[in-house]
């Protein structure tokens, strides 16, 4: 009988421990499932925290509601949201953390990233963006044929075809990055154009910093010189006269270099597959002489325009592209930034592209 009630009181305490445990949970209505959130700086020992969540009320006439804070750090922004918003934050349906400039050139973003990098609710694919102006107005921003703002920032910063000049970087991306000495963080850069954020441009960091932003056609070649197959139709201006669109069906990169950390030579050969989408021009096409002669102006054209970009990341001493991997590779030590930044400095780049136009759309 003793045991009898004994094992009767073990599956009571369990029970209740189940029930208890239970009740802890907060229900769906109780919490604040963040999709986006957004930094703003004010100085250097305080920010704006933005953020979004849906509205859990079927009967609510908006279906996000936002809400701005401001703290010296991100926990206690949070803790902040909680309070305002009378529910719990929750941080597992969080897809993007969006910047401003200002923050990012502060150095203040590094810091945000590596946060949500850390918090076990959080994942690593969540998008990052740099924002022209101010971020959380993007994120408390009207755009009437945009029903849920969360689904809207997201699906914007989702790779697609005609955005793949942008490099689409998440959590893990920019952390990766910003930790690898071989290369530098670029991040989507977002203006608002006709009352609606677009990307514009790419942002190129050095570790903490943003440094300054780098135009489409830049991001292109970025793409298409770390290995990327697809890439964004481009326009090539050959001339006042004469302007190509070209759609890229594959691209392939290839990279030598002499191993010589003092006097650094790399060769890159760059083969790009392409259809003509459209030629404005003199040009007839009507020959295979004439289709030659225009594959080698715009190779020429894409050569110069290489080392136009590699002048520019020479001047910021930073590479987004990884253009030493040859020679660290074959390296047996160490490797360094400032390495890298050495020998961007110091190094002669051959460029060659190889242009095979396979297919003729629209002649003017």
Sequence with gaps: ????????????????????????????????????????????????????????????????????VVASMVEEGLVQVSAKSDRMINLSQLRVALFSEEFARKGKMLDVVEYFYREADVRETVRVGIVKGNAGEVLTGEYPDKPNTNVYL????????????????????????????????????????????EITKIALFNGNHMLDTLNQEDGK???????????????????????????????????????????????IKLTLDSALGEYRGP???????????????????????????????????VDPIGLFEPLRMKYHGKWTEEMTAQLLEK??????????????????
Excluded at 33 to 53: L, Q
Excluded at 300 to 307: A, G, L, N
Excluded at 347 to 364: M, R, W, Y
């Design 1 to 68: 009988m003793k045991r009898t009630r004994g094992f009767l009181l073990v599956i009571c305490i369990l029970c209740s421990g189940c029930v208890g445990r239970n009740e802890a949970q907060p229900s769906l209505e109780e919490l604040a499932m963040v999709g986006v959130i957004s930094f703003d700086y004010i100085d250097d020992s305080s920010m704006n925290i933005t953020v979004i969540a849906p509205q859990p009320s079927p009967d609510a006439k908006e279906h996000t509601q936002s809400y701005t």
């Design 154 to 197: 997201n699906n914007l910063l989702e790779p697609t075809l005609f955005t793949s000049f942008s490099p689409f970087t998440d959590l893990h991306i920019f952390m990766a990055d910003a930790k690898n000495p071989i290369l530098s963080q670029t991040v989507p850069y977002l203006e608002i154009k006709d009352e609606l954020p």
């Design 221 to 267: 070649i970025i793409q298409a010189l770390s290995g990327i197959k697809k890439i964004a139709p481009t326009v090539i201006n050959l001339s006042e006269e004469e302007e190509v669109v070209l759609e890229f069906i594959n691209s392939k990169v290839k990279y030598k270099s002499n191993n010589n950390l003092d006097s650094p030579k790399v060769s």
């Design 283 to 317: 040009n007839k096409l009507a020959t295979d002489n004439d289709l030659n002669k225009l594959q080698k102006d715009i190779e020429k054209k894409m050569e110069e325009s290489i080392h136009e970009l590699i002048d520019k990341l020479k001047k910021y001493k």
């Design 347 to 364: 190094a002669e780049f051959e460029i060659t592209v190889d242009v095979d136009i396979v297919n003729i759309g629209s002649l003017k």
